[in-house]
């Protein structure tokens, strides 16, 4: 679904009834949070592979990886659109691949976080692994802040809301839980 296109003014079962204006200007698109929410666990997932136990650490390549794989990422996914897309729209142009790909930002920003407090660790003061530690917290709560508040932009309830900012939190915590169990 498009920015331009209309929006189901149907309020979802048991959901409180937001008016249509003020829904519209705080919801963000869904390419936004599908990139964003992808740009969270794929930046955790590699900050939680890349620190291994053992090994020496280095920070400033761990952080170069998450950020070259958020670009490439994001780079691979607007290309996706773009061939997903071809046939239908007759072929769109170099232009509108372009535009395609840098739709996908929002993977790069999500990664941002990741990749700076892996810069910011300098022993003593902050390891590696407490900068791992601490994105990978620090993504969890973002998962679940977009789920309570995308929820909510959607009109829904603060029960509501609170379930799906649970759901949203437990894919983080499966990532740290998982990077807990590697180690």
């Known amino acids: 679904m ?3 296109e209309p929006r189901d003014a149907t309020p979802a079962p048991g959901a409180t009834a937001v008016p249509r204006g003020r829904a519209r200007s705080r919801r963000p698109s869904e ?3 599908f990139s964003g929410v992808y740009g969270l666990v794929m930046a955790g997932a590699m900050a939680a592979a890349l620190d291994s136990p053992g090994e020496a650490s280095d920070p400033g390549s761990d952080a170069l ?3 070259l794989t958020a670009v490439a990422s994001a780079a691979a996914h607007g290309y996706a659109h773009v061939v997903a897309h071809r046939a239908s729209s007759g072929g769109r142009g170099a232009r509108a691949g372009l535009r395609a790909m840098a739709a996908e930002w929002p993977v790069v920003a999500a990664a941002t976080p990741t990749v ?3 810069l910011l660790s300098l022993p003593p003061l902050w390891t590696e692994a ?3 530690d601490t994105a990978l917290l620090l993504n969890t709560l973002l998962l679940t802040g977009w789920g309570v508040w995308t929820a909510r932009s959607a009109g829904r309830g603060w029960p509501a809301c609170l379930r799906a900012g649970a759901v949203d939190m ?3 915590l499966v990532i740290i839980l998982a990077n807990a169990l590697i180690k």
Do not use: E, M
Request: glycine share 6%; hydrophobic share 65%; charged share 10%.
């Open 170 to 172: 437990i894919v983080g």
């Open 31 to 33: 390419v936004t949070l």
């Open 130 to 132: 407490t900068a791992v």
């Open 2 to 4: 498009s920015d331009r």
């Open 116 to 118: 700076v407090f892996l």
């Open 65 to 67: 990886w998450v950020l």
